[in-house]
């Protein structure tokens, strides 16, 4: 049967009702289109506020810097509420040796600069590792002492220091510098040359070692 010039225009021509279904099954779409995103953005930010593991402990081996013969490494656990920091380093000119933590976990400068400065993510200025939390950086911990063979072996535990959070250890250095801290002189306590470098990783287990530390 063939088409009329009337019945043609009908087929091109949307109805009223036709667009109405239309615009219903678009909303529809639409609507469903809307709810899949809030789920998604539901579950983006439930992933966002799951609690990150604390791990066991945190490892930092020393390299030499500045020329230097240092080397060794240092070890951080918890323990009582506070971080324990253990440190044996060889290869030192005996005496004192400022020991700090510094910001940037990186140990590529033959110098060591690249390590940044001290670890201070409270802002406050440098000081003795001994005095109250708040009266020096995080990351100063004062002196270790080398013996005439050029071996340090150091312990301290610190409140101003962790394994997550702000005032997390990993991903930063730790540093050895050539002199003493002498704990005042702003903003590193004068303690000369980096001259051992170590970036800090977590680990799940400390390795058996046979370096002893002494307690302090």
Do not use: W
């Not at 046979?210 to 307690?215: H, I, P, T, W």
């Amino acid at each position: 049967m063939a088409f009329r010039k009337d019945h043609f225009n009908v087929l091109r021509k949307p109805t009223t009702k036709s667009l109405l279904i239309t615009a219903m099954v678009s909303g529809m779409i639409s609507c469903g289109g809307n709810d899949y995103d809030d789920q998604l953005t539901d579950s983006s930010a439930l992933n966002s506020n799951e609690s990150v593991e604390t791990p066991a402990a945190a490892m930092a081996t020393l390299v030499p810097a500045s020329n230097s013969n240092a080397s060794g490494e240092v070890r951080f656990y918890p323990i009582d509420g506070a971080l324990m920091v253990e440190v044996t380093a060889m290869g030192l000119q005996p005496g004192s040796h400022g020991f700090h933590i510094h910001a940037v976990g990186d140990c590529s400068a033959t110098d060591a600069s690249s390590a940044g400065s001290h670890f201070a993510p409270d802002g406050n200025m440098h000081g003795a590792p001994q005095e109250a939390v708040g009266q020096h950086h995080a990351g100063d911990l004062g002196n270790i002492e080398a013996s005439v063979t050029g071996v340090a072996q150091y312990q301290r535990s610190s409140t101003a220091l962790s394994l997550t959070g702000t005032h997390s250890v990993i991903g930063k250095a730790v540093i050895i510098h050539a002199e003493q801290d002498d704990l005042q002189t702003q903003p590193s306590g004068d303690a000369g040359d980096r001259i051992a470098c170590g970036v800090i990783t977590a680990v799940s287990e400390l390795p058996e070692t046979e370096l002893r530390v002494s307690r302090i």
